[in-house]
Each structure stands twice: as structure tokens, then as C-alpha cells.
């Protein structure tokens, strides 16, 4: 038990003094989820927002793939990426395995589908009837589904944020791409692993904590902004 106290004081201090090697994991961490959630808000939005406005009868075999791939774990996701990556894969020649592009790519493939299915489910919830009044007031196609994205944002929001919170405590597959490279590819999940195993819990305990209290800020961020939408 003294061992865990004297962790949680040793991960503090590291905190309140801005250990240079914690602060390096935590900025590299954040650089590759939020640029892998951008790149799926992009992809996932547009394309959530166009099958939620479709019949679900329509896209029903197309939903299903993404549901499937929603719950798909990270370990195989990674595997894949791998695969394509590695030497012998398609895309090995641009040598991008264990770099933190490989890193973020992987991200997108587990944060796609969220973002994607969920934006899809909240669009057709209520995406009809905003595009129907849009359309009776004359805007074309375009604006019409500019329409429904503006007005159900508080819900496309929530499919991104839910996509960062999946990626951002992210394992499996950032290691097996990634190899969990000192100064490198090593984010806060991996090193988390790392420094556990080698008995260096105040490290682990201290990026524990970061990791808690990113989560706790997205999340209340994402409340706020849900009440002020009420």
C-alpha cells in the first residue's frame, strides 16, 4: 500500500514540475489522436451525414459494415495496418511502419467508423425533417444537407468526441505499428504498458492521471456544450 502512495506522490511531482520526458509522451499522444480525429471528421461526417439522409433501406448492407468495423478490436485494426505497412505489404515501400504516421493512420481506421456510424444514426433521427423544411424554403441539395449538419452539430459532436475518446486511450494497435519507439512513436497508452513492466510506476501512475483528466475534460466540454444546445 505504501508503495502506491509513494507512486501517486512521485507522479504529482512529475506532473507539477513538468517532467520533460512525461510532457514529450503527452504532446505526442495528443498530436497524432487529434490529427487522426480531423482527418476522420472529414472522411466520416460528410459520408455519415449523406447515408442518414438515405432510406435506411437502402444503405441497410452498407450500415451493417459499419457497425461491424465500430466494434472491431484494436489489436486486428493494427494487425492490418501492419500487414500494408510491412516490406512485404503494398505500401511498404513508403516506409512508413513504426513512424507516428502509421501511428495516426491506424486511429483513423478504428475512429472512422465511429465517427461515421454515429453521425449517421444522429442525422437519421432528425435529418429528414430538417432537410424537408430546407428544401420547401428552395435550397438545392447542398445546402439542404449544409442544413442538417448545422442544426444537428451537437450530435455530430458527440460522434467526434467519441471517436477521440476511443483513440486517445488506444493500445493494441499504436504499439503494433507504431513499436512503441522512445522520443519516437511512444504515447501514453504504450508507455503506460512500458514503464508498468519495468516497475516504474511513477511514470505510469503520472501519464494514468493525464490520461484521466483529458478524458474528464473532453467529456465535460462535450456536457457543456450538449446543455447550452438545449
Given at each position: 500500500?505504501?508503495r ?17 520526458a ?7 499522444s ?11 471528421t ?20 452498407v ?12 489489436v ?45 444514426v ?5 435529418g ?5 423544411i430546407?428544401?420547401?424554403l ?11 449538419v ?5 450530435a455530430i ?6 471517436g477521440?475518446s ?12 507504431g513499436?512503441?519507439?522512445?522520443g ?5 497508452t ?9 516497475g ?7 501519464l494514468?492521471i ?20 438545449e
Open positions: 500500500m505504501s502506491l502512495l509513494e507512486g501517486f506522490v512521485e507522479a504529482f511531482q512529475l506532473i507539477i514540475a513538468l517532467d520533460p512525461l510532457l514529450q509522451i503527452v504532446f505526442l495528443l498530436r497524432v489522436s487529434i490529427l487522426a480525429i480531423i482527418i476522420s472529414l472522411l466520416g461526417v460528410p459520408l455519415g451525414t449523406l447515408l442518414g439522409l438515405k432510406p435506411e433501406r437502402k444503405t441497410r448492407f450500415n451493417k459494415i459499419i457497425f461491424t468495423f465500430m466494434g472491431m478490436p484494436p486486428v485494426a493494427g494487425l492490418v495496418i501492419y500487414l500494408f505497412l510491412s516490406r512485404q505489404g503494398p505500401l511498404g515501400v513508403l516506409g512508413l511502419l513504426y513512424t507516428p504516421t502509421a501511428m495516426i493512420i491506424a486511429q483513423v481506421f478504428l475512429s472512422f467508423p465511429i465517427v461515421t456510424g454515429l453521425t449517421m444522429g442525422i437519421r433521427a432528425k429528414s425533417e430538417v432537410e424537408e430546407a428544401r420547401s428552395g435550397a438545392g441539395s447542398a445546402l439542404a444537407a449544409w442544413t442538417v448545422r442544426e444537428l452539430r451537437i459532436l458527440g460522434a467526434i468526441i467519441t477521440f476511443r483513440v486517445v486511450a488506444e493500445v493494441g494497435a499504436v504499439m503494433i505499428v513499436g512503441n519507439i522512445a519516437h512513436t511512444r504515447v501514453m504504450t508507455a503506460i504498458v512500458l514503464e508498468t513492466r519495468r516504474n510506476f511513477e511514470l505510469a501512475i503520472g494514468g493525464v490520461l484521466l483528466m483529458l478524458s474528464f475534460i473532453v467529456n465535460s466540454v462535450l456536457y457543456n456544450i450538449q446543455r447550452g444546445g
